[in-house]
Every structure is written in structure tokens, then in C-alpha cells.
């Protein structure tokens, strides 16, 4: 596609309800990134993806916490047992490889209540 | 590691007037920069980037920023702000070499006071 896409747009999720938030990014992109982005903050780095493979998790903030990209395209990120702490903006991003520069997507607005 | 600091959360600036919105990194190793834009209810755009070469680079819509290697700084200018520059502004690093792990700055709110 065009650009990255990301859905659903909004969730909102009951505490302790699993929640998943799908990426399709760019086609032929090979970098595939997750980032959080809490209220008035900067995103902050989750997990990265070198085609199907998941290269970094550090930014995983529990094992709560899960992303996959299967065929090394569409990515999904999964939140077990959500928490209110989770509530933020989590946004997805593709690159084409080095020194291109991240395209974004829109993102999906979690809130759990 | 790598960081970014942005001093400012917030500049209000008049229309038509001129803008600096600071940046600063700190990384051990050589880097790309990049400053990244966020309309409301919005992604991020990215607005412009320094990989290398000269090191002023510019966007289509007026804004310029000057790595500065001496002062670790990459800070974004414009001479006169439109009302449609009022967002949210992110600086962010990434090591030159690697998988590029970007990392973000807290972010500037510009607000263009009409």
C-alpha cells in the first residue's frame, strides 16, 4: 500500500481483556517497528522486526507483551491481562533499510478501563 | 546508548515570526537525525533528516535544521511560522550503522498565535 496502515484506529479495552493491534506496512519494506506513546511523551521503542525475524524486544515492557510478523509482512502486536498503565497511543512504523527514515502510521489509541 | 533532549515542551511564537525549536543528542558513535512532526490525532510525518554530507538540510514547507557535531545539536528553525505549523515537533537519533533503533526526544508543542 501507500502507506503504513494500523487498525483498529481506537480500542477500548476492559482491564485483563487480551487486546491485538495489527501493522501492514509498506510493501517491501523490510524494517518493521513497534513504538508506545504515552500522553504527552515521545514514543518509545517496543520491539523491531528484520523481516519475519524479531531482532530486538528490549523495549517490551513485560511479558505481557507480544508482536509477531509471521510472513514477514503484516505485524501483530498483542497485549495479554491488559492494565491501565498500557493506555497510550502504539504506533507502527517501516523503513526500506538504512539511513531511510521510519514511515509512520496513524496509530491505535488503547484505552483500558 | 543514545539520547535526545528537548528543553522546550512548549513554544508559543506569533505568526510571521521567526522559530528555533533545540534539540541536543548524546551518542557514542556516529548518527543520523531526524525531526519527525505530529499534527493532532496524527502520526508522525517525518519532516527532515541529516544523514550526511552538508549539514543544513531544509524541507519542502521552509523549515531548516544544522547538525552541529562540536555542540551535538541539531536544532530546527523556520524564519516565519504559518498558523498551519502549530503541532507537536520530535527530534530523534539513530546510530549510523545497525538497524537503525530510533530514538525520540519528549517533544516541542509549537503553538502559532494568529
Known amino acids: 500500500g501507500a502507506g503504513v496502515s494500523q487498525s483498529p484506529r481506537y480500542k477500548v479495552a476492559k482491564r485483563g481483556q487480551d487486546v491485538a493491534l495489527r501493522c501492514d506496512p509498506i510493501?517491501?519494506?523490510?524494517?518493521l517497528f513497534w513504538y508506545q506513546q504515552a500522553l504527552g511523551q515521545g514514543p518509545e521503542f517496543l520491539t523491531y522486526?528484520?523481516?519475519?525475524?524479531?531482532?530486538?524486544k528490549s523495549g517490551l515492557p513485560s511479558d505481557r507483551f507480544f508482536a509477531e510478523r509471521p510472513e514477514g509482512s503484516v505485524s501483530t502486536l498483542k497485549i495479554q491481562r491488559t492494565q491501565q498503565e498500557d493506555s497510550a497511543v502504539y504506533l507502527c512504523?517501516?523503513?526500506?533499510?538504512?539511513?531511510?527514515?521510519?514511515?509512520f502510521g496513524s496509530g491505535t489509541r488503547l484505552t483500558v478501563v | 546508548a543514545q539520547s535526545v533532549t528537548q528543553l522546550d515542551s512548549q513554544v508559543p511564537v506569533f505568526e510571521e515570526a521567526p522559530v528555533e525549536l533545540r534539540c541536543n543528542y548524546s551518542?557514542?558513535?556516529?548518527?543520523?537525525l531526524f525531526w519527525y512532526v505530529q499534527y493532532p490525532n496524527q502520526g508522525l510525518q517525518l519532516l527532515l533528516k541529516?544523514?550526511?554530507?552538508?549539514?543544513l538540510v531544509k524541507s519542502i514547507n521552509g523549515f531548516e535544521a544544522e547538525f552541529n557535531k562540536s555542540q551535538t545539536s541539531f536544532h530546527l528553525r523556520k524564519p516565519s511560522v504559518h498558523i498551519s505549523d502549530t503541532a507537536e515537533y520530535f527530534c530523534?537519533?539513530?546510530?549510523?550503522?545497525?538497524?537503525?533503533?530510533?530514538?525520540f526526544g519528549t517533544g516541542t508543542k509549537l503553538q502559532v498565535i494568529p
Open positions: 512504523a517501516s523503513s526500506p533499510g538504512q539511513g531511510g527514515g521510519y514511515t
Open positions: 530523534a537519533v539513530t546510530s549510523n550503522g545497525g538497524y537503525q533503533k530510533v530514538t
Open positions: 551518542s557514542s558513535v556516529s548518527v543520523y
Open positions: 522486526f528484520q523481516n519475519e525475524a524479531q531482532l530486538d
Open positions: 541529516y544523514l550526511s554530507g552538508s549539514t
Open positions: 510493501s517491501g519494506h523490510v524494517s
